[in-house]
């Protein structure tokens, strides 16, 4: 026990070591850069960057533009996982329906992100936008996935479930969810990634008051390079924590479903 522990212990050690040096070599090739341009308005310097983001982080409206844009990001994932389930179970019931659905879907899929980003422009608020836009690249996703865990499932065990006479609900306990269950936490964190960018990728072009996006945006038209950097650090450190935090508590709740079991 003591010793898979250390073992455990180690290796997390190692993980923390290699990230550090990875990011330390990361960092020192933009030095380079900023170095080798030596034109501010081009490249930010690491240093100039990592101060501008402690100066912002102690300014209020920081926090309420995160928080805003985290909320857009939010609830376009969480409307996308709702309507995906949705027509995950409609297609996998009716052959008609996924007949309907399935090219609309995957013309959904195939369609810049731009250009949806546009078209809401003209059919809705600024604020709305985020959230659609979020809602309509991870909805395609959603679905997909769960329709494959739906389509893989063994059908010898759905036959031999029938044939003793189980309840549909404990087919759908025992069989179908564990079936789904890869797919929909492969779908969770694939899905925020898509539902993170696309939706700042829409507040950078409809540029709504206090949101991330339209600090990029205000950065790249003031030719803040600085800021600019600086906004991009925080969309991609805000993404790693909040990516680490869902594999944490997706984790947390494998474990606990497998100790139930």
């Known amino acids: 026990m003591t010793s898979g522990m250390e073992s455990n212990n180690k290796n997390t050690l190692k993980k923390i070591l290699m990230g550090a040096v990875s990011a330390l070599i990361w960092i020192g090739v933009w030095e380079i850069a900023y170095l080798a341009v030596n034109r501010e308005v081009l490249i930010a310097s690491p240093l100039s960057v990592f101060l501008r983001l402690s100066e912002l982080a102690f300014e209020g409206s920081f926090w309420l533009k995160i928080a805003n844009s985290l909320f857009a990001v939010f609830k376009g994932y969480l409307l996308a996982f709702l309507a995906g389930i949705i027509l995950c179970v409609l297609t996998s019931v009716s052959d008609f329906a996924y007949a309907v659905f399935k090219p609309f879907l995957n013309v959904i899929r195939a369609t810049p992100v731009a250009s949806f980003i546009i078209l809401a422009l003209v ?123 869902l594999v944490y508590f997706i984790k947390r709740l494998s474990k606990r479903r497998a100790g139930e079991i």
């Open 123 to 245: 059919w809705m608020s600024k604020q709305t936008v985020p959230v659609f836009t979020s809602f309509l690249m991870v909805m395609p996703i959603v679905w997909a996935n769960l329709t494959t865990g739906v389509r893989s499932t063994d059908r010898k065990l759905i036959e031999m479930a029938k044939a003793y006479k189980l309840p549909k609900s404990k087919i759908l306990t025992k069989i179908y969810i564990p079936s789904v269950m890869p797919e929909f936490l492969n779908s969770v964190t694939t899905g925020l990634g898509f539902a993170w960018k696309s939706a700042v990728a829409a507040e950078v072009l409809s540029t709504p008051k206090n949101t991330i996006g339209a600090e990029l945006y205000n950065s790249k038209v003031y030719l803040e390079t600085v800021d600019l950097f600086a906004w991009t650090a925080v969309i991609i450190i805000v993404s790693i924590v909040i990516e680490k935090l």
